[in-house]
């Protein structure tokens, strides 16, 4: 059986929230864009003709199916990765497809590509407050702070990196919280908890937040937050039920 997989990373649903199996590869698709996954195979699909399959969701509608995770993740690496980065020349994807190969090269192997990443809850010490930003990007929700890892970089640095650059404030008592796969973008994602004594930034921001702002519980009702299945959501809403 074949899952369909858009471009976007998007997968067709049933009216039940199932997702959407096909006996054969969808019309126009090639083998290089099939990667088995052993008890179904994922294949690219067109957005509208995987459209016509289904409600289509995304990664986060996923959040507790990792074989559909995977599936996301493994069909974005074969759109993105179709070249060796240190030869140029084209790869091929030898069944099950997850691995690049060098055609002229058997021993030059090119394995999917997972990018770290960081995202945290920020506490204002002595009080209940959580720092919470708008992205100018994606301005219509409120979220973490979050962002890559850099060469070199422990995952704890670069949150603390992050939390200063993005927002000014400098963090501390940083714990690990957990991590999620994050396949739109081949992401890993670790989530870390910690506080701040800096009510007010202490320093110039690279202005990629709209808007920061510190939340109490009682705010948090009335804004606008990142979809249940997120990292983001899970970890505010742990903070929002006292856990």
Excluded at 200 to 214: K, Q, S, V
Excluded at 216 to 241: D, F, K
Aim: glycine residues 10%.
């Amino acid at each position: 059986m074949f899952l369909p997989v858009t471009p976007g990373g998007l997968v067709p649903v049933t009216a039940a929230g199932e997702p959407v199996l096909v006996e054969g590869v969808p019309g126009g698709v090639g083998k290089q864009a099939v990667v088995d996954l052993g008890t179904l195979q994922a294949c690219l699909c067109p957005e509208d003709s995987a459209g016509k399959l289904g409600r289509l969701e995304s990664a986060t509608f996923f959040a507790d199916q990792p074989l559909i995770l995977q599936a996301i993740a493994l069909i974005r690496n074969r759109r993105e990765q179709r070249f060796d980065p240190r030869t140029g020349r084209k790869l091929d994807y030898p069944a099950p497809g997850i691995v690049g190969c060098d055609p002229d090269d058997a021993r030059r192997m090119v394995f999917p590509r997972l990018d770290p990443a960081v995202i945290g809850l920020i506490r204002l010490a002595g009080t209940d407050r959580i720092l919470l930003a708008r992205n100018r990007r994606r301005n219509s929700f409120f979220s973490l702070i979050a962002g890559y890892v850099e060469p070199g970089e422990t995952a704890e640095a670069a949150f603390a990196r992050e939390a200063l650059e993005e927002t000014g404030r400098r963090v501390e008592a940083l714990r690990y919280w957990g991590s999620q796969s994050w396949p739109p973008s081949g992401s890993l994602m670790l989530g870390f908890c910690a506080q701040t004594a800096d009510v007010h930034p202490t320093c110039h921001t690279d202005g990629e937040l709209e808007e920061i702002r510190w939340v109490e519980r009682s705010e948090l009702p009335e804004l606008s937050l990142p979809r249940p299945g997120s990292i983001a959501h899970t970890m505010i809403m742990e903070w929002y039920h006292g856990d």
